[in-house]
């Protein structure tokens, strides 16, 4: 069966940092792209960041920009995101998910991140 | 990186159809065949209902459908179901080599 673990989500101060994983299971990661979605609860969602399949290729979106990190490692049939700076506004459940082409399918449970003093 | 835009909410009556619009830009919805759609009930993690504009994951009925005219895409739902009651959200590859959802869209099934 095809599945995502995420795990690392926490509590975390304004500026702090926090490293995501996402465990692959099922499957090759390796032939796939790799996302990170994230969804304030009771909001929409909002994509985070991309990575191809041999991790030489990546892609962010601005609110996140030079802040987070996405990484995989195919050994393990895991993907990272490093996130650092963090702020409030980052606050949320972030989702992995595989990406057969630009699509998304299937999604992890989710790991919730909370950023606050 | 502007969310695609989608109307907060439609509601239909059992058996009806109800369409979902998700407009974006020629740099990302009318630029490329890459239009997703996801459903997502309270409380529960998104599923893929539609792939590349129009492709049906194996398993997702096909009452689900959906097509792009220009920079607007939609989803067609027809033969309402109680079941059918959640949040949709459109997403598209855009020119920027990234991916952008839309704001997501109520539907209540009255």
């Known amino acids: 069966e095809v599945q995502l673990v995420e795990s690392g989500g926490g509590l975390v101060q304004p500026g702090g940092s926090l490293r995501l994983s996402c465990s692959a299971y099922g499957f090759t990661s390796r032939s796939y792209w790799m996302h990170w979605v994230r969804q304030t609860p009771g909001k929409g969602l909002v994509w985070v960041s991309r990575?191809?399949?041999?991790?030489?290729?990546?892609s962010y979106a601005d609110s996140v920009k030079g802040r987070f990190t996405i990484s995989r490692d195919n050994a393990k049939n895991t993907l990272y995101l490093q996130m650092n700076s963090l702020r409030a506004e980052d606050t949320a459940i972030y989702y992995c998910?595989?990406?057969?082409?630009?699509?998304?399918?299937?999604w992890g449970q989710g790991t919730l991140v909370t950023v606050s003093s | 990186q502007s969310a695609l835009t989608q109307p907060a909410s439609v509601s239909g009556s059992p058996g009806q159809s109800i369409t979902i619009s998700c407009t974006g830009t020629s740099s990302d919805v009318g630029g490329y065949n890459y239009v997703s759609w996801y459903q997502q009930h309270p409380g529960k993690v998104p599923k893929l209902m539609i792939y590349?504009?129009?492709n049906r994951p194996s398993g997702v009925s096909n009452r689900f459908s959906g097509s792009k005219s220009g920079n607007t895409a939609s989803l067609t739902i027809s033969g309402l179901q109680a079941e059918d009651e959640a949040d949709y959200y459109c997403s598209s590859y855009t020119s920027s080599s990234s991916l952008v959802f839309g704001g997501g869209t109520k539907l209540t099934v009255l």
């Open positions: 590349d504009v129009s």
């Open positions: 998910a595989r990406g057969p082409g630009a699509s998304f399918d299937p």
């Open positions: 990575i191809n399949g041999d991790g030489s290729s990546t």
